[in-house]
């Protein structure tokens, strides 16, 4: 329960400073919209409202990894700039506990990219979302902001010892883009970047989404979505403890 | 001497010492991964679209990418100076400002240029883009004055930077209307009217449009006046963004504001 509270008051802090921020804020808004405009615009000459929609789904899961991606591999070192380091991980509660609420809050800025880029393509566009099945679509959303939430813990964890991961964390963005079938199917890549896809959640949280709101069966990838969400969690907290008594047996926590 | 001092010494040592960029750990996955994946991920949607071909977007992206070093390095002449607290003692001193700016921007322009020429050479590799061996020369060209035409819109940048505090998310504003006005992924036959009047304004638009006919097979005689054209706006843009500096400059001296901005 005490776990639960922790991670509640935290998601709700740093979401909090993330909506004051220009860069997280509206730039978490504003960057998405520019590809998404170029997509827009490369689907409608297809002239198939279908590709169309399909695109505006696709685009609008981009900005939830977009917010995710930079922010979370810099999260630890953004916290080293304020001087809290040391404070959060001295605290007595797991650390995983205070980290998982930072990238959660980053993930969940994205749903402002979301609805964005759906408004964006509603009316500058003409592409209408008609949702098949809205309960599925009100449960994908979530579950997608969660998965991708917990592989920004991860990715946040596993770069902690990389001074200047910021700029990994901006290189990625256009690859989950590409191997997680935002913009394009996944049938279109050689063979060996499938099971890379498959084990990443954006690709079944996009998946879950475009089924909800398309017509389809959303429950596998929802699950599927969950289901990473646990073992990123799983994993970043075990290497939570691992690097943490690394970094105070060498003295590099402030220093790394 | 001074002058040329300050251009050429001043011009590199902010360079190095301002961005850090000599560290493969950002050089890397900033200048080297990001804009393959860039065209990776646009000649995908564009083999799902069947809009243009893969040698459209290799070229249209690569000369894009040039504009990340030219806005960003050249925001942070600025909000890096602010950041290290040295932007007063700079602009304090009597060095003539034409120096002092425009030297900070020559390393900037080879920057650009070199992550255009990457990522033009790895992206055709990739996608099995073959461009002709007597294009490549040009294109070399092309790829330079692209750069520095957007080093230009760098200095308009830079400017703004005096007055606005986040340079990076201006940055990441003129990069993301680059990508969609300037015909990058989308040829501006495709894009409406007033977007496409607006990109015959703007840097890269007819840098891409000259390296695509190169790269097709023309030769440089009948890109010229694309290739003069990509110049000229360069030229304008460095001459607008010097004098929006001064005036910048000038303004935040009589407000107290260049250290707040």
């Known amino acids: 329960m ?20 220009a860069f997280d804020g509206l730039l978490g808004i504003l960057w998405p919209l520019f590809f998404a405009t170029t997509a827009f615009f490369m689907f409608r000459t297809s002239h198939d409202p279908r590709a169309l929609l399909y695109a505006a789904l696709g685009s609008s899961v981009m900005g939830i990894w977009s917010s ?22 001295g605290t007595p509660a797991h650390f995983s506990l205070v980290l998982i609420p930072i990238t959660l809050a980053m993930s969940t800025v994205g749903i402002y990219s979301m609805a964005a880029t759906l408004l964006w393509g509603r009316f500058l566009f003409g592409i209408g979302v008609h949702i098949v099945h809205p309960l599925l679509f009100a449960v994908a959303v979530p579950a997608t902001v969660l998965a991708i939430g917990l592989l920004g813990f991860l990715l946040s964890v596993t770069v902690v010892r990389y001074r200047t991961a910021w700029a990994l964390g901006n290189a990625l963005e256009y690859p989950v883009w590409l191997v997680c079938g935002f913009l394009v199917p996944l049938s279109l890549f050689p063979g060996w970047v499938r099971p890379i896809s498959w084990a990443l959640a954006p690709t079944w949280g996009v998946r879950a989404i475009r089924q909800a709101a398309l017509g389809g069966a959303p429950q596998i990838p929802v699950a599927a979505c969950i289901g990473l969400a646990a073992l990123y969690g799983i994993a970043g907290a075990l290497l939570v403890d691992t690097v943490l008594r690394s970094a105070r047996k060498s003295a590099t926590l402030s220093l790394t | 001497m001074t002058s040329l001092r300050i251009f050429f010494v001043g011009g590199l040592t902010s360079y190095r010492a301002l961005f850090n960029w000599l560290t493969p750990w950002i050089l890397i996955p900033s200048f080297l991964i990001a804009p393959l994946f860039q065209i990776l991920l646009f000649a995908y949607i564009g083999r799902t679209t069947h809009l243009e071909s893969d040698r459209f977007y290799v070229i249209g992206n690569a000369l894009q990418y040039a504009a990340v070093p030219c806005l960003f390095a050249m925001g942070n002449t600025i909000g890096g100076e602010r950041y290290q607290h040295t932007l007063s003692l700079v602009l304090t001193t009597p060095a003539g400002r034409l120096p002092l700016f425009i030297g900070r921007s020559l390393p900037v322009i080879a920057n650009g240029f070199v992550v255009s020429a990457f990522a033009l050479v790895t992206g055709s590799a990739l996608l099995g883009v073959h461009v002709p061996l007597s294009a490549v020369a040009p294109l070399v060209l092309v790829a330079a004055v692209t750069a520095f035409s957007c080093t230009g819109l760098g200095l308009c940048n830079a400017a703004l930077g005096l007055r606005v505090r986040e340079t990076a998310v201006t940055s990441n504003i003129i990069f ?10 989308v040829p501006l036959s495709s894009l409406p009217a007033w977007m496409s009047t607006i990109a015959e304004g703007l840097p890269l638009t007819h840098g891409i449009a000259a390296g695509r006919r190169l790269a097709g097979g023309a030769d440089l005689g009948s890109v010229a006046g694309l290739v003069g054209a990509e110049l000229l706006i360069g030229c304008i843009y460095l001459v607008a963004g010097y004098a929006l500096l001064r005036l910048m400059e000038v303004e935040g001296r009589r407000r107290g504001t260049l250290e707040i901005a």
């Open chain 1, 68 to 89: 995710t991606s930079v922010a979370a591999s810099s999260a630890l070192q953004r916290e080293r700039w304020y001087g809290t380091l040391e404070a959060i991980v």
């Open chain 1, 2 to 21: 005490k776990a639960l509270r922790l991670v509640a008051i935290g998601w709700v802090f740093q979401l909090k400073m993330l909506s004051r921020s």
């Open chain 2, 176 to 185: 993301g209307l680059l990508l969609v006005f300037c015909g990058v992924n």
